[in-house]
């Protein structure tokens, strides 16, 4: 008797804590996006001057939007408080978006490139991962580590909670059972951590890619800055090499 009044006690708890748990599939996240800048400038004696005179990170906001298993990330803001960021180094943020629609497995991106918007369309690529038992709280939400790579050879380390129901994340990151609410990718000296979640009045009419006339892939991507960087006669030297691979990972992320 005693033992069936546990099992019932049991159930009850249990049932009490599924009804409990709630899942969001529609909201607005707050990110905010770390980066090196000093680390991300190419190694040429001529820079070397601006190097001492500008701020060593660049901190900015990016709202990621999501409903109906799609979604659009979008720049909002600096921390000029922090730091006043140089025009050449805000990299075209503010036209800069992602845009994925994880029911058709497509992504639209947009990303300013020599101070013109250039659009990317391609399917959503996957990325390996390997969870960990590491865990950490991010806004609120219990998360768990992740470690996954992408463009080959570029690793990302991510906390992902599934209390959160799409699969997805800042800039093209995805692919884990739930929400990645931070990023931190050593090569690219860039940290992402989301600092608040809303889920009243969100914009879902924001929730679409922006029309272009025509789309790249990123193979087309690549050769059309191997021509202009050809045509611009720079130097074949690793540090050169470095920093071009950079740019390029960037583009892509």
């Not at 001492?52 to 709202?63: D, G, H, I, V």
């Not at 951590?193 to 892939?217: E, S």
Request: one cysteine or more; aromatic letters at 14%.
């Amino acid at each position: 008797m005693k033992y069936k009044i546990f099992n019932l006690i049991a159930i009850i708890l249990a049932a009490l804590q599924t009804n409990a748990q709630q899942f969001i599939n529609k909201g607005t996240i707050e990110f905010e996006v770390i980066t090196n800048i000093k680390k991300t400038m190419p190694d040429f004696s001529y820079l070397n001057e601006l190097k001492e005179s500008m701020p060593t990170f660049k901190t900015a906001y990016f709202n990621y939007i999501f409903a109906d298993n799609k979604s659009i990330y979008k720049f909002t803001r600096y921390d000029e408080k922090k730091a006043k960021i140089p025009e050449f180094f805000t990299n075209g943020d503010d036209e800069n978006e992602w845009y994925t629609d994880f029911n058709t497995g497509t992504s639209y991106v947009q990303k300013s490139i020599w101070n013109s918007p250039f659009n990317l369309k391609d399917s959503i690529k996957d990325i390996q991962w390997k969870l960990s038992n590491e865990s950490r709280i991010i806004a609120g939400f219990n998360c768990r580590k992740a470690v996954g790579k992408i463009m080959d050879s570029v690793y990302v380390f991510a906390f992902y909670t599934d209390e959160i129901t799409i699969s997805g994340g800042p800039c093209t990151i995805h692919g884990l059972p739930g929400m990645v609410l931070g990023v931190t990718i050593p090569r690219l000296y860039m940290s992402i951590l989301a600092t608040k979640l809303m889920v009243t009045d969100v914009k879902t009419d924001m929730i679409k890619p922006t029309a272009a006339k025509k789309y790249y892939t990123p193979k087309e991507l690549k050769d059309i800055l191997a021509k202009r960087w050809q045509n611009d006669g720079d130097e074949d030297n690793e540090d050169n090499k470095k920093w071009k691979e950079q740019m390029y990972w960037n583009l892509l992320l």
